[in-house]
């Protein structure tokens, strides 16, 4: 039986990830791995920062979608949903850097 949803605990870490995996075959989770470039984005799991990229974790299917959010100073924030299902879920992102005004810098 899975544990209750208050005892799911997403962390990018090779223990959460282990305790995690038995939801993965009932398909009430997905192992993500996501990439970005430049690398070293914040990565934000329904408003929860889970570490940066490159990062590898184990999302678990709740009854809305979920959302993440890859954020890095000087570029446009990636926003993602995701509806796991047992299948794995790469992402790599190529982000995109904001437009400088031309009254900036000089």
């Given at each position: 039986a899975?544990?209750?949803?208050?005892?799911?605990?997403?962390?990018?870490?090779?223990?959460?990830?282990?305790?995690?995996?038995?939801?993965i075959?009932?398909?009430k989770?997905?192992?993500?791995?996501v990439?970005t470039t430049?690398?070293a984005?914040?990565?934000?799991?329904d408003?929860?920062?889970?570490g940066?990229?490159?990062?590898?974790?184990?999302?678990v299917?709740?009854?809305?979608?979920?959302?993440l959010?890859?954020?890095?100073p000087?570029?446009?924030?990636?926003?993602y949903?995701?509806f796991?299902?047992?299948?794995?879920?790469?992402?790599?992102?190529?982000?995109?850097?904001?437009?400088?005004?031309?009254?900036?810098?000089?």
């Open positions: 899975a544990p209750p949803n208050e005892a799911v605990i997403e962390e990018a870490t090779i223990e959460a990830t282990r305790r995690l995996a038995p939801l075959a009932e398909r989770a997905s192992l993500c791995t990439s430049p690398s984005a914040e990565v934000i799991l408003g929860k920062r889970l940066q990229t490159p990062i590898v974790f184990v999302m299917r709740k009854a809305q979608a979920r959302q959010t890859l954020s890095l000087g570029y446009h924030n990636a926003l949903s995701f796991p299902d047992g299948n794995p879920a790469p992402l790599t992102v190529n982000l995109h850097k904001e437009a400088i005004s031309p009254t900036s810098g000089q």
